[in-house]
Structure formats: C-alpha cells, structure tokens
C-alpha cells in the first residue's frame, strides 16, 4: 500500500524559511510524478510545485524564485525549500505522488504551515 508521510511543517515568520519533505513508500517501480499542493482555508488545493523522475520542475507563478523542488529517487522522497515566506504562503501542504507504471495518485495527510505577519 502507497503510504506519503510529510513532516517539516510549522510556524515561521514571514520572510522566514521552512522546509517540508516527503517520505514515499509502497511502490515497486517508484514514482514518475510528485509534487506538493497547498490548500487555504475556503480556497481550493492548488499546485504548488512539481517535479518529474528525470528532474523537470514545474512551479506555481506566487512561488517562482521563492520555493524550490528537490526529490531523491533512490529514497523516494520528495523535498520543498520554502523561503522568503509571506503570510499568503500559509496554508495545508500536501505531498502527491503519481506511482509507476499505472499513474495511480496518492496523497499525504497534509501539514499545516503558518506565516505570521
């Protein structure tokens, strides 16, 4: 069973720094997709940043220059290096994982991340 553990969350002051990672297990043949989402309170989840097996990185416009991706094949772990935090930033971060060869989508519980102003 394909179980995403996040962890890295918490309080930061806005212009601070955090970093969420993600733990990805379950899966023979690993994961081609993963990426993190992020969801407000009365917004929809929404991209955030992805990246593919081979490296591509995909970002959201609010983020660009601020957040970057990074994952780990061999681990199966995918990382997001959040800097320069504003309060607009705080939300629920969800990791999400596409496995392989079936692109079956799974997602982690969610962390909570809280810029203050």
């Known amino acids: 069973q394909v179980q995403l553990v996040e962890s890295g969350g918490g309080l930061v002051q806005a212009g601070g720094s955090l970093r969420l990672s993600c733990s990805a297990s379950g899966t023979t043949f690993g994961f081609r997709i993963m990426g993190w989402y992020r969801q407000a309170p009365g917004r929809q989840r929404e991209l955030v940043a992805s990246?593919?097996?081979?490296?591509?990185?995909n970002y959201a416009d609010p983020v660009k220059g601020r957040f970057t991706i990074s994952r780990d094949n061999a681990k199966n772990t995918v990382s997001l290096q959040m800097n320069s935090l504003k309060p607009e930033d705080a939300a629920v971060y969800y990791c999400n994982a596409q496995t392989i060869p079936y692109n079956d989508n799974y997602w982690g519980q969610g962390i909570q991340v809280t810029v203050s102003s």
């Open positions: 990246i593919s097996r081979g490296g591509s990185t």
